[in-house]
């Protein structure tokens, strides 16, 4: 049973950093393809970027060179590091993952509780 748990989030203010991390207790972590959504209040959820079956990164346009995924498979461990936060990234950040043959279909994956990410001017 897939089951994530995200933390690292918090305030800061415009040009800081963060880095979230997503702890992925299932058995079986190495083969689901992961990534961060994000959602804002009154805005829909947004995938921000995710890690395919083969570890290639995709990234949103709005966070290209600013945001960078990777993985720890020997800590079953997902992150998003955050460089140069801007106060449009404010929102709750949630962490996904499924099966690699559902890769292209993330957000109907397995989701963690969320950490807020709260980025003042």
């Known amino acids: 049973q897939v089951q994530l748990v995200e933390s690292g989030g918090g305030s800061v203010q415009s040009g800081g950093s963060l880095r979230l991390s997503c702890v992925n207790s299932g058995p079986t972590y190495k083969r689901y393809c992961m990534g961060w959504f994000r959602q804002a209040p009154g805005k829909e959820r947004e995938e921000v970027a995710s890690?395919?079956?083969?570890?290639?990164?995709k990234y949103a346009d709005s966070v290209k060179g600013r945001f960078t995924i990777s993985r720890d498979n020997d800590k079953a461990t997902l992150y998003l590091s955050m460089n140069n936060l801007k106060p449009e990234d404010t929102a709750m950040y949630y962490c996904a993952a499924i099966e690699p043959i559902f890769c292209n279909d993330l957000i109907r994956g397995y989701w963690g509780q969320g950490t807020q990410v709260t980025v003042s001017s």
């Open positions: 890690l395919d079956s083969d570890g290639n990164p």
